[in-house]
């Protein structure tokens, strides 16, 4: 049975709460778009849910943030992303991508819920980090310049791990 998790931001004007198959806190981004955003030690933690499930108390207070990417030649897009957050305390809480509207990752800093802790940790878009950022990489940690090729799903799946 997928776990429940409730979340919510730091001043308390928006909570929510989804479904989810894969609730390991197990992937460390340290992109500039994570690190500028939400902050969370120069990474964030995003874990995966089921769109259908998200119901949001206080919606009127969610913003959405697009960032802004620049590709190697300097040219910029708008990301797909759409990166949710409380317009009253700039709390993270979650990031929804039209491309897959099945799913909805909130960020394991909003989530309130007890979360299991994970046998290894990933970490990606290193080659992104700030220079003041010394990653504690574990006894098992998986290190990627970039995105892994295992997607969350995935990750879950092979460790047996997967919340039916």
């Known amino acids: 049975m997928p776990k429940k998790l409730k979340g919510s931001c730091h ?11 894969t609730p390991y806190p197990y992937q460390l981004c340290y992109c500039s778009i994570c690190r500028k955003t939400a902050g969370g030690g120069g990474f964030a933690i995003n874990l995966m849910g089921d ?3 998200l119901k949001v108390r206080g919606r009127r207070h969610v913003g959405i943030y697009r ?3 620049e590709d190697e030649e300097g040219r910029c897009h708008t990301s797909s992303g759409r990166r949710h957050y409380c317009k009253r305390c700039a ?4 990031l929804a991508d039209p491309e897959w ?5 909130p960020f394991a800093s909003a989530i309130d819920t007890k979360l299991p802790v994970p046998p290894s940790k990933v970490h990606l878009m ?9 990653p504690d990489f574990g006894r098992g940690d ?4 970039e995105y892994p ?16």
């Open 149 to 164: 090729k295992l997607s969350i799903e995935q990750w879950h799946r092979r460790r047996g791990l997967w919340m039916d």
């Open 67 to 69: 960032a802004r990417i």
């Open 51 to 53: 769109a259908q499930t």
């Open 101 to 105: 509207p099945e799913l909805v990752h």
């Open 126 to 134: 290193l080659k992104f980090k700030a220079p003041w950022v010394k």
């Open 11 to 21: 001043c308390g004007a928006v909570h929510f709460a989804l479904a989810s198959h």
């Open 142 to 145: 998986a290190r990627f310049r």
């Open 91 to 94: 709390a993270a809480l979650w």
